[in-house]
């Protein structure tokens, strides 16, 4: 029988944006999963979702599942046969169980013993029978925060099921399930196209174009580029994309609507008027030609609707009256200048055992004093320390009470108002951004500025160390603290600027400021959180294990990694080596290689090298040439230039290393010899490993020759 496609609605009451958020990254998977589990194979799976249905179709499904081989085990070997090789009572009773007869049985070797055992086919049922059983179990995979129970089974899911299709081809699938009997309908738009229509047969792209027909568009993405196209109108060309996916989350069918408010507002910060549209009721504000907020928003319906002057009015009824609030609130705020604010920070716990938020604005003042001089910015320590006193104090304002997404921003607002130099305030503006860890590190630097980027680090090595410290490191999955963010966010920062300093001493000085609260001492939480950050670098890179960009990272951090932005720089050269001088890189990571692989298994301690106990003409020739050549290598490194370095050290090394291999024994039989020849090699190999990269932890360098 040929493969079977089979499609899958289930229909409901309006699914919150969480829920289809959770199947939205979990469906595919789980999906794949539980066929593979239940040995059913097929060439693809395909998710989508719209608040009133979830959907899923599986291309190419088998018609019945494998067939499954297993062992049964009897009585140990040993038991199951007598003296005379007869079975025994206790085999004669398992093979009675299993109705099987004695010429069946195998000897199954465990970690336990050898055992008598039976090998039983279990063969596979066909898939019409298999799926009804899956459906359930798909649905129930997904662990949605909330559920509901609305009819007699109990059957538990995140809003009522009102309808469910199930096809397998273009028969329908045998189940019921949360009192619904699966069929062949569908129905459409709530509003626009109330009425129900068949789907008669599993195909997906003439599922989403019949749902089209009546007014819903299947694809997240799709909803999401039609409100793009929208809000391009009103000049909003980089409108929030969170804003966005949420909004097209809403609606089946994206319809635009315009509104305005009072432009006695529009004195209020721009982010603010934004945030009380976006928090309360998803809308977007509208910009004239040049960017500029004005008096305008769009609302995103779902689908076109009659009395559009009454809906609008509802909207602008609301949006006034939550501006009114908020502007109540920044009048309160600005009656005192933020530095009255500050002292109110004793109020407010950081991380429970870590002291106060005054506290940690303390250790910040001390940290970016610190931070400073290890990255060679005197100049803005005192830009920095006010920053750093100020940093907090809008978390007790009441515009940050109201909107928490907020802080910072209105940091920022107030401490312009109140008369902080520009360069104080936007260094407290930018203290939580990029907010985006996906978002381009050159783009980044373009946004803040480097008092901000210094101050955005402190702040970040402040939380971890004392998060490390007390040993609230990210478990799994889980991660309550946005710990992996915050070092996210702090390798970006530095790959940004090219921020160059030491990062174990700015963690260790962090630990210090901590006064003995944190239980783990600075060398454990050194080390903790370093391991930590060299994961969030190939995060930040986007390198994956096995590729060459990964073991080029690899390699260059066994060479150094206390400068992070060194780090990057080497990276970033020597995966360009390797793309666009293919052979200079293989003759680098050729010496490294082979000097590498002579020094593994060398226990003892090795001297300097001796030129008095060379045996070999050539040992003197490679001597001499690391004598001539090395001063100017190390110039190379010491200047950052890794690109003269890697071509200077693979053109001077390789022949030679190459002849010297072929003629010379470097582990001899004689021991001062043997030594002093590894301690050559070992010269050589730390030369170029010792602050560039360690080259030989890659595994692909014949293929990159050849």
């Known amino acids: 029988m040929p493969p079977v496609s089979s499609l899958i609605e289930i229909g409901t009451e309006e699914l919150p944006v969480a ?4 199947y939205d990254s979990l469906a595919e998977e789980n999906i794949r999963k539980i066929l593979t589990k239940n040995r059913l194979d097929f060439k693809s799976v395909r998710i989508d979702a719209t608040p009133r249905r979830l959907a899923f179709f599986i291309e190419s499904l088998a018609p019945k599942q494998k067939d499954e081989k297993s062992m049964i085990l009897g009585p140990a070997y040993d038991r199951a046969y007598d003296a005379d090789k007869k079975p025994t009572p206790a085999l004669e009773g398992f093979l009675k169980a299993q109705g099987a007869s004695p010429r069946a049985v195998r000897v199954h070797e465990t970690p336990r013993g050898r055992y008598a055992a039976l090998e039983k086919t279990q063969k596979g ?31 538990r899911f995140p809003r009522p099921i009102r309808w469910a299709v199930g096809l397998y081809g273009n028969k329908v699938l045998p189940l019921t399930f949360a009192g619904i009997k699966v069929g062949r309908t569908s129905r459409g738009h709530r509003f626009l196209s109330p009425k129900s229509f068949p789907i008669p047969r599993a195909d997906w792209k003439d599922y989403a174009r019949r749902l089209r027909s009546h007014h819903v568009i299947l694809s997240l993405k799709d909803r999401e580029a039609l409100v793009s196209k929208v809000l391009k109108r009103f000049h909003q060309r980089e409108a929030d994309p969170e804003l966005i996916r949420e909004a097209s989350q809403l609606v089946e069918e994206p319809f635009p609507m315009q509104g305005k408010f009072s432009g006695t507002y529009r004195d209020l910060p721009e982010e603010v008027l934004e945030t009380c549209m976006k928090k309360y009721q998803k809308i977007f ?29 509802d909207y602008e009824n609301v949006l006034e009256s939550r501006l009114r609030d908020a502007q109540y609130f920044h009048d309160e705020d600005t009656k005192e200048p933020l530095t009255h604010k500050v002292e109110r920070l004793k109020e407010l716990v950081f991380l429970g055992r870590l002291g106060t938020m005054q506290e940690r604005v303390e250790r910040l003042r001390k940290l970016v004093k610190e931070f400073t001089r290890l990255s060679g910015r005197p100049e803005l320590e005192q830009t920095l320390d006010r920053a750093a006193l100020l940093s907090k104090a809008d978390l007790v304002t009441h515009m940050v009470g109201e909107f928490p997404e907020l802080q910072g921003i209105m940091g920022r607002e107030y401490a312009q108002a109140g008369g902080e130099t520009l360069e104080v305030a936007r260094a407290i503006g930018e203290q939580y951004l990029p907010k985006n860890l996906s978002e381009d590190y050159r783009k980044v630097e ?50 940004a600027f090219s921020l160059r300093f030491s990062l174990s001493e700015l963690i260790q000085k962090s630990h210090s400021f901590y006064q003995g609260k944190l239980n783990l001492s600075a060398s454990e939480v050194l080390s903790k959180l370093l391991g930590f950050l060299k994961e969030r670098m190939a995060f930040e890179l986007q390198v994956k294990p096995g590729s060459r960009a990964y073991e080029i990272l690899q390699g260059v951090l066994k060479s150094s990694f206390d400068d992070f932005a060194d780090v990057f720089e080497r990276f970033e050269t020597l995966l360009e080596i390797s793309s666009k001088e293919p052979k200079i890189f293989f003759k680098t990571s050729k010496v490294v290689e082979r000097t590498s692989n002579i020094l593994k298994g060398v226990q003892d301690k090795l001297n300097s090298v001796d030129p008095k106990l060379f045996r070999e003409p050539l040992e003197k020739e490679i001597y001499g040439l690391l004598e001539k050549n090395k001063a100017e ?11 003269r370095a890697t071509r200077f050290y ?33 010269e050589i190999n730390t030369l170029y490993t010792q602050k560039v990269a360690d080259l030989s932890l890659l595994t692909q360098v014949r293929e990159m020759h050849s």
């Not at 066909?126 to 609305?150: A, G, Q, Y």
């Not at 090394?653 to 020849?677: G, I, Q, T, W, Y």
Request: net charge positive.
């Open 285 to 313: 504000a509208c910009r004239d030609p040049q960017g500029n907020l004005i008096n305008r928003f769009v609302a995103i319906l779902n689908g076109r609707r009659s009395h559009l002057g009454r809906i609008q009015h």
């Open 650 to 682: 693979g053109e001077t090394f390789f022949d030679p290393l190459h002849l010297f291999f072929e003629k010379v024994m470097v582990n001899v039989e004689d021991a001062s010899v043997r030594r002093n020849r590894q301690a050559l090699m070992k």
């Open 633 to 643: 290598l190390r110039s190379f490194v010491d200047n950052k230039d890794y690109r």
């Open 125 to 155: 049922e066909v898939t019409v029978k298999v799926l009804p059983r899956l459906i359930p179990e798909i649905l129930n995979s997904f662990p949605f925060p909330k559920m509901m129970r609305w009819e007699k089974t109990g059957f």
């Open 446 to 495: 373009k946004k803040l500025s480097l008092a901000g980027a210094i101050f955005g680090i402190a702040d970040r090595v402040d939380l971890l160390a004392g998060a490390f410290g007390i040993q609230l490191e990210p478990t799994g999955s889980e991660d309550p603290y946005a710990l992996r963010r915050a070092a996210g966010v702090l390798t970006k920062l530095i790959r």
């Open 19 to 22: 829920a289809l958020e959770l």
